[in-house]
């Protein structure tokens, strides 16, 4: 139990363009879901704190109108990269909360913005 | 301001050892300690958790202990695989207030296991 899913696994975009990744939880539903970054040899950096029905909580220095989150429902939390960059390029995890303080990884993707 | 910790950064060992991940956290106030397994380009999954009042947790071949009193924490692997080469990171979490539900992730320690 407990299955949260990425779609897709890997994406390569061109510069300038928009990327939706998708993150479900497949066995339970999640009101709270989490956004993190990880860069190369680096740990998981939280971006966001999707909140189901309500507007994403961003952390410091993650730019809100870049990163759009959407958690329409109780199992789907979106993330599009707009506008990609280059430095945009790398692994993105969504986690989400089953209860209390218990969160389980989806398989990450990864973007490549060319 | 929380903080978690690991060491080494990277090991390096021969399949079939053992070996022993080390955690210090200052995180507060504690809610629970997970150690998580991440493959080359995958998620994190999850390896054992431990709450304040417990001290020892296994599953299969990992073994995790807790001392809360000191905040640190280890992984202790037996009988290496091959399939153990990954990073393993410490994650804690805190509990009530503005912390509640976040996690703290440690640098992760990279283990390379040789035939």
């Known amino acids: 139990g407990a299955v949260v899913s990425q779609h897709p696994s890997w994406v390569i975009c061109k510069s300038g363009t928009s990327v939706k990744i998708e993150c479900r939880s497949l066995d339970f539903q999640a009101t709270t879901m989490f956004w993190y970054r990880q860069f190369p040899k680096q740990s998981l950096m939280l971006m966001a704190t999707s909140n189901e029905g309500s507007k994403a909580t961003y952390e410091q220095g993650v730019e809100k109108d870049k990163f759009l989150i959407n958690h329409a429902s109780l199992t789907l939390s979106t993330l599009t990269v707009t506008s990609a960059h280059p430095e945009d390029s790398s692994f993105y995890i969504c986690s989400a909360r089953l209860s209390g303080n218990s969160q389980y990884f989806g398989p990450g993707t990864r973007l490549t913005v060319l | 301001k929380n903080q978690v910790e690991q060491s080494p950064q990277s090991l390096i060992i021969l399949e079939g050892k053992n070996c022993t991940l080390q955690?210090?956290?200052?995180?507060?106030?504690?809610?629970?300690l997970r150690w998580y397994k991440q493959d080359t380009g995958r998620g994190p999954v999850s390896l054992t958790i431990?709450?304040?009042?417990?001290n020892t947790k296994s599953n299969g071949r990992y073994t995790a202990t807790l001392d809360a009193d000191t905040k640190q924490s280890s992984l202790h692997i037996t009988a290496s695989q091959l399939s153990d080469s990954a990073s393993y990171i410490c994650v804690v979490s805190a509990t009530g207030g503005t912390s509640y539900g976040k996690l703290t992730f440690g640098q992760g320690t990279i283990l390379t296991v040789h035939p």
């Open positions: 431990m709450t304040f009042s417990e």
């Open positions: 955690c210090n956290y200052t995180v507060s106030p504690f809610s629970n």
